[in-house]
């Protein structure tokens, strides 16, 4: 059983991002302020640190659902920003190579309202930068831990994101003097790419008390690429005006940035209590323009037409972060047959994006999660299950602090505003080992 | 494990559900709502007709959601008065009621909206005088004093007030001299030119021309701006509406899609206003048949109020 989950892990090597970055995975990791790298050892780890996947004992499978609700709003009024909800699957399967303890693991994030997303406005247009698409994405980590030395490990993921581009292709006649006599074919072109990035980390065990983590993660960016290639004579009458006219609009829009991330974790366990806290560094000073740069070419010889340069859209100039976290575990009662744990967590993610004073409205705020949560082991020992079943529940209050933008010119067409929100949620799953 | 299955099955298809939505997120969103507008008739009435010819001088503020639209009206021998006229659209307003009242004439009216209250200004028929009214939202207006605005000479021409902090502001110019706008301030009672810098070499204007509307707009939650609605004639004939901004009343910058509107009509007056949705221009056009006629934009959630 074990070989063939492991073979269908392998066959299956792509995944997807990216809610996860906006609210986690799994609701034990949620419950801590996500601040897990250096002790995480179910498929969490395949998000959290990889590295962890090497020091998990035995098969587990977990099976849990999610659902973050914002509630956004710019000068009072709702924004109506769609909920974040759905399916979250995890596999962690134990092996060794070498004599070295090897551990792969796989999640699913599988939204049950939109697969994917993607939505580009005017640069001008106030939006809800981080979360008008980021949350709406379908998600599969699939990672892999090698415990190097002992207590040490390191793993290792690949990501493969959906890129999309299109052409609409238009060929033939087009009659000046007579639209009726205009003969166009049409002919659609689109092609969904690949997109890979990297995500690594190592995780350190060097007592029973002490965890170390430290994870990377590769940014990526997803472009939605639009392109209209209108070509043929232009004739007026019986005469061929232009031949081989061509017009061509490309539009590219950046529907979709994760920023490059550096994360160092360090948790201390003395039963019953454990504390973690974590560190991450978002580079999001490479957050590239989201609005739609347009690049229009006509030609049109003999005939000197000229059309006006499209504005392209300057860079957004966000600066990188800091995201610090820190989360408690307190094992409440141990009992042969149940265990209950209480947990909760917290972390700051201030707003990575600059001042809008002038013609853009990239909406965001900083951010403060706060969370609670519970787990439960229930020993259950069978022909098939060889361990606890966990249930785990969590809630995420994540607070969008109030912020006032004062437009430096008078005539700006928005004028000042004010943004706030929150984002409440759940989450749950259950953990089958086997 | 065939009942584990079962229970996951239940826990992850049942218990979630699976819905899916219209895709928000760009709901409400503030409105970049400052043209380009288009002109479109506005209606009166049960009938639904045009504003007649004895309806002008528009003015036009946004009420809770509707938009009110305050006229000259001069129907008959007992002179020109004030009335004012309802709409939950900004296109078709209810029929006018007379809200104000004076033996020398009301022309040209000017609001100000503080909360509940509501003043009331308008020149004499004559055009040699202002007159303040004081109302409510629900009622009628009550003639409260002539302003006593020196130094003028000839007749006005245009009026706009604004209030800043606890200073009410009246800018005018007169029919002798219609490029020379004047200030008077009523708490110092001097009237003074209104020396202001006009978008330095961005705007085509080198002064301030006859036909401005000056109003003080503000951001929904944000400061106080002074906008301007000036009506310049373009080298086709046409006459083009402009917007200007500015924080201060001295410096002011021009928006970037001027014009917002244009018209071969000759254009008496014009006023600025905002629902809930929607902004709103409203013009006494100079046509054989004079009328009011509106010009909107609608989209998003204004986040400038008039």
Redesign the interface.
Known sequence: MRWILLWILLAANLSLANPLDSFGLGPRAIALGGAVASDVRDSAATYYNPAGLAFSDKLRMD?G?VLMRPHLE??????????S???QLGISVPGSILSKRLGIGLSVHLP???IS?I?A?PA?????IL??NRPQRIVITSSAGLELLDGLSFGFGLTYLANTAGVLNLTGDVDLADPELTRLLAGVDVDLTAVRYVSAGLQWHPDPHWSFGLTYREDFRLALDIGVDVSGDVVVGDSVVVEQGQFIVRSVSRTMFSPQQVTGSVSYNESPLRIGFELGWLQYSRFPSPAAQVDIELDLSPLTVALPTPAQPGPPRFRDIMIPRIGVEWLTLKTQALSMMLRTGYFFEASPVPSQRGQT?FVDNDKHGISFGAGFEIQTR????DGPLTIDIAALWIELANH?V??S???D??????HRGRLLGVSSS?G?TF | ?KR?AL??FF??CC???????S????????????GPYVWTDITVGNEKAPFGPEYGAPYAIGVDGEVWLYLRHCADATGCRIMMAKSTDGLHFDSPQVIATHPMGLDHPVVLKENDKIKLFAMSSARDAVLEFTGSKTGEFRFKRLLPIPSVTAPLLELSVVELGARQMFLFNTTAAPTEWRVFHDDDESVTAFVSELCGSACELSSWPSLVSFKLAR?????A??RALAVTDNNSGDNELN?????DGYT??????NPVLSTPADINRLTMATDSRRFFIYAELDTQERTIRGAIHESG?P??IY
């Not at chain 1, 710019?74 to 909920?83: K, R």
């Not at chain 1, 069978?382 to 299950?385: L, N, Q, T």
């Not at chain 2, 002011?252 to 899609?257: I, L, V």
Request: charge should be negative; aromatic fraction near 10%; include cysteine.
């Open positions: 099976f659902y710019i000068n009072g009024h709702s924004q109506e920003v769609d909920d909800r759905g399916v049950d309202e939109h997303r939505r406005l001008q247009q106030p939006r809800w979360w008008d409205n069978g022909a098939i299950i006032h004062e437009k010119n008078p005539v067409p928005i004028g000042d505003y004010t259950i089958v | 494990m584990i229970s996951l826990f992850v218990g979630c559900g699976t819905g899916g939505s895709g928000g997120g760009a709901v409400a969103l503030p409105s970049a709502g400052l951001s929904d939650r944000g400061r701006i002074l917007v200007y901004g500015s924080f002011w910058h021009a928006y970037e899609n959630v986040s400038i």
